[in-house]
């Protein structure tokens, strides 16, 4: 076989979700919004992005995971309790609320994170079920967008990656909250540290 025809690319496609991928759409919130109690600045740029994305995987019968920080108002990581944050997420307010014109498909399924006082979880996977659902599911890939890139995306695409998972970054459809200036470029360095793929999401909703 001339070497043009040999099939290099065995592994299902980044650009085609098909069996065994699921989407996972990391905290996008109001609160992380532009303008709300700890903005990350220019996420509510990457709402149509994710909306299109969960329609790709919901026309294709794909199962859609969307994680939200569900605080309650004494949480640990709120400085008033000696944490880094101002209060945010917490449960029940608008805050809380998925942010209007993301239209997640009926059947997401929501996973609420930090729920607990004394807890903080960054990642998705973190005092859980992700993980048991994604088992239940079938899935063996995640492809992943959502805010912040240098903390709640990181956090769940390292668990990701230590639980086996293959991971693809929807690299246009993430924002950081970058509190040094360079904590987006270092997340992404060691998300591609960790073999994570990348696709843009229009070449995934164009498949
Ligand atoms: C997040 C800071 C505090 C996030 C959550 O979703 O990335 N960041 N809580
Ligand atoms: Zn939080």
New binding site residues.
Partial sequence: MARSDTKIDSAPSVREPGPGDALVIVDMQNDFMPGGA?GVPHADEIIPLLRSCAGVFARRGLPVYATR?W?PAN?C?FRAQGGP?PP??IADTPGAQFAPGLDLPASTAVISK?TQAEQ?AYSGFEGTDLERRLRAAGVRRLFVGGVATDYCVLATVRDARRLGFDVVLLEDAVRAVNVAPNDEQKALGAMRELGVQTVRSAELAAA
């Fill in positions: 700890l920080d605080h949480h990581s944050w945010h997420c930090a903080e």
